[in-house]
């Protein structure tokens, strides 16, 4: 089988597509990030470019079916080949490093002894783990997209993406509660698109440098708790769509004006929520009832404070005008 490799749609160039027509909208349908940079979360080889989730809906059950089975690895090892070098096992509820059995690790590293064909997307969301050691990725694994996002992480897997590093792309690990990011200080120079959105991360990544990323083109840190000792110096200017919407940076004026010299998506600490309806105005309220005390209420007040309980004010008005053309007359005990 001929190596795989993702598609030349899949991460974009700045300004232009290599078509040479302007890049403005990724497969989404969502505009790009800053100067034109279009970025498809996941695509396939065969061109057709999709987000992640939408593969996945289509095939989580032949990854469910695949890890369950006996044969394990030959299942595994032929889902990666249907699919063209990608390995999703999202939605799984994996948690244990028992869950991704080592049979199944074995198969993939005899795959790729056999075929020559890269592993080149790992799509492992939605799950439960904690370390992604655990799916013992390897430099000849020659992984390009890793999500590992919606997982509940002990630490940065700085090992993993240093693992990685000769041919990783895109690295997806938002939604992990990330309180520390620390960049491997071997040089990734393929690493395009970092997404660290939805931690709870206070400062820029640590290594994140020219050196150590010369080719990230996106940095997604929104929902974040990022303050201004961030200084927005310290991101390489090479880095041209950084998005730090929804960090408590973005209220110091300083800093969020810094920030928007350089194009950057800045926005409020919080989400926006919709404003209150208006208050009604006083001829809309309804009435007040008076207070009618017992010694002084005659029949028609009791007609009118009956009604009130009965049916509201306006049934009270009614009441109080049938009573006063009766003659208000008092009862007979």
Same mark, same amino acid.
């Given at each position: 089988?001929?190596?795989?490799?993702?598609?030349?749609?899949?991460?974009?160039?700045?300004?232009?597509?290599?078509?040479?027509?302007?890049?403005?909208?990724?497969?989404?349908?969502?505009?790009?990030? +800053?100067?034109?940079?279009?970025?498809?979360?996941?695509?396939?080889?065969?061109?057709?470019?999709?987000?992640?989730?939408?593969?996945?809906?289509?095939?989580?059950?032949?990854?469910?079916?695949?890890?369950?089975?006996?044969?394990?690895?030959? +299942?595994?090892?032929?889902?990666?080949?249907?699919?063209?070098?990608?390995?999703?096992?999202?939605?799984?509820?994996?948690?244990?490093?028992?869950?991704?059995?080592?049979?199944?690790?074995?198969?993939?590293?005899?795959?790729?002894?056999?075929?020559?064909?890269?592993?080149?997307?790992?799509?492992?969301?939605?799950?439960?783990?904690?370390?992604?050691?655990?799916?013992?990725?390897?430099?000849?694994?020659?992984?390009?997209?890793?999500?590992?996002?919606?997982?509940?992480?002990?630490?940065?897997?700085?090992?993993?993406?240093?693992?990685?590093?000769?041919?990783?792309?895109?690295?997806?690990?938002?939604?992990?509660?990330?309180?520390?990011?620390?960049?491997?200080?071997?040089?990734?120079?393929?690493?395009?698109?970092?997404?660290?959105?939805?931690?709870?991360?206070?400062?820029?990544?640590?290594?994140?440098?020219?050196?150590?990323?010369?080719?990230?083109?996106?940095?997604?840190?929104?929902?974040?708790?990022?303050?201004?000792?961030?200084?927005?110096?310290?991101?390489?200017?090479?880095?041209?769509?950084?998005?730090?919407?929804?960090?408590?940076?973005?209220?110091?004026?300083?800093?969020?004006?810094?920030?928007?010299?350089?194009?950057?998506?800045?926005?409020?600490?919080?989400?926006?929520?919709?404003?209150?309806?208006?208050?009604?105005?006083?001829?809309?309220?309804?009435?007040?009832?008076?207070?009618?005390?017992?010694?002084?209420?005659?029949?028609?007040?009791?007609?009118?404070?009956?009604?009130?309980?009965?049916?509201?004010?306006?049934?009270?008005?009614?009441?109080?005008?049938?009573?006063?053309?009766?003659?208000?007359?008092?009862?007979?005990?």
């Amino acid at each position: 089988m001929a190596a795989c490799a993702p598609p030349r749609g899949y991460l974009n160039g700045v300004g232009t597509s290599r078509r040479g027509s302007p890049a403005t909208r990724c497969a989404c349908g969502r505009a790009s990030a +800053a100067r034109g940079v279009c970025v498809l979360l996941a695509a396939d080889p065969s061109g057709v470019a999709r987000p992640p989730d939408r593969a996945d809906a289509v095939t989580a059950d032949a990854s469910a079916r695949a890890m369950d089975t006996d044969d394990a690895a030959g +299942a595994v090892v032929q889902q990666i080949r249907e699919h063209k070098g990608k390995w999703i096992i999202s939605h799984m509820g994996i948690k244990e490093a028992v869950d991704v059995r080592a049979e199944v690790v074995e198969a993939i590293k005899q795959l790729l002894q056999s075929t020559g064909a890269p592993v080149w997307g790992v799509f492992a969301h939605h799950n439960s783990i904690r370390d992604v050691g655990w799916l013992a990725m390897e430099a000849r694994w020659r992984v390009r997209v890793l999500d590992v996002s919606h997982n509940p992480l002990d630490d940065f897997p700085t090992a993993v993406l240093a693992a990685l590093a000769p041919t990783l792309e895109h690295a997806r690990l938002s939604h992990c509660g990330l309180t520390v990011a620390t960049m491997p200080t071997a040089p990734m120079k393929q690493l395009a698109v970092l997404n660290l959105s939805n931690n709870r991360l206070q400062g820029w990544p640590a290594a994140l440098t020219r050196r150590g990323v010369p080719s990230l083109v996106v940095l997604d840190l929104s929902n974040n708790v990022l303050t201004a000792v961030a200084t927005v110096s310290a991101v390489p200017s090479t880095v041209q769509a950084v998005d730090v919407r929804h960090n408590p940076a973005c209220e110091d004026p300083a800093w969020a004006a810094a920030a928007t010299a350089r194009r950057w998506h800045t926005g409020p600490t919080r989400r926006p929520t919709p404003p209150p309806p208006p208050l009604q105005s006083l001829q809309d309220l309804p009435p007040v009832p008076r207070r009618i005390d017992a010694d002084q209420a005659s029949p028609a007040d009791d007609a009118t404070v009956a009604a009130a309980d009965a049916g509201g004010a306006k049934n009270a008005t009614r009441a109080r005008d049938a009573a006063s053309a009766n003659g208000a007359a008092p009862d007979a005990h």
